[in-house]
């Protein structure tokens, strides 16, 4: 099997390109994680982005009290509404939490569990 010399080039070229990318790409990662304030800082990223999940999941959702039935069908109705809306913009996990919430104040969640499936 005969390899034109010009495929044999390109596949030189892009060979070495390759392994000049995953090269730099190991150097970048050895120098980061060896950087004196590295683990400092992750944590730093990762506590800052929890604080700012569990802030925004407990000032999002306030649940109307249950003894007045209209508040809680207006809340019901919003959430599914969101819900369904959050669904079809492919964002999954709010859409899961406002669907949630639903099934929460839902008089009958079993039923209204078995509609969704």
Request: some cysteine; charged content about 25%; proline content about 3%.
């Amino acid at each position: 099997m005969m390899v034109n010399q010009s495929t044999a080039v390109m596949l030189a070229v892009g060979s070495a390109a390759a392994t000049a990318f995953v090269g730099y790409c190991v150097y970048f990662d050895r120098k980061r994680r060896s950087a004196p304030d590295f683990k400092k800082k992750l944590r730093e990223k990762r506590l800052k982005r929890t604080n700012q999940q569990q802030s925004k999941s407990s000032a999002d959702y306030k649940i109307p009290k249950l003894d007045n039935p209209q508040a809680i069908q207006e809340y019901f109705l919003s959430e599914v509404q969101l819900g369904e809306e959050l669904l079809n913009t492919g964002d999954l996990e709010a859409a899961s939490e406002h669907l949630a919430n639903s099934v929460i104040v839902c008089g009958q969640p079993q039923q209204m569990l078995s509609v969704m499936q």
